[in-house]
Nanobody
């Protein structure tokens, strides 16, 4: 199995910053895409940002220019730097990673989620 452990959530005032981290561990042969998703109360989970093993990135429209995703392939870790936070960024942030456990077996794993609350 592949486990993802997130950290870095918390309470911050609007305009502030937070940095989330997510470390993958377990039976990992390779990781292709890592990403962050979020879910606000009463809403569907949405993509925040994703990054490939080669460093290509994509962002949700609402966070472009404010959030930056990065990863350390040697540590199987992905980061999300969140700046200029807004109350509408509030939600549970989930880490996702997909890749291979071996040449023959793939994985698609989720973290347990970390709460981000932005006060106005």
């Amino acid at each position: 199995q592949v486990q993802l452990v997130e950290s870095g959530g918390g309470l911050v005032q609007a305009g502030g910053s937070l940095r989330l981290s997510c470390a993958a561990s377990g039976s990992i042969f390779s990781i292709n895409t890592m990403g962050w998703y979020r879910q606000a109360p009463g809403k569907q989970r949405e993509v925040v940002a994703v990054i490939t093993s080669g460093g290509s990135t994509n962002y949700g429209d609402s966070v472009k220019g404010r959030f930056t995703i990065s990863r350390d392939n040697a540590k199987n870790t992905v980061y999300l730097q969140m700046n200029s936070l807004k109350p509408e960024d509030t939600g549970v942030y989930y880490c996702n990673a997909e890749g291979k456990r071996s040449i023959w077996r793939s994985f698609d794993s989720w973290g347990q989620g970390t709460q981000v609350t932005v006060s106005s």
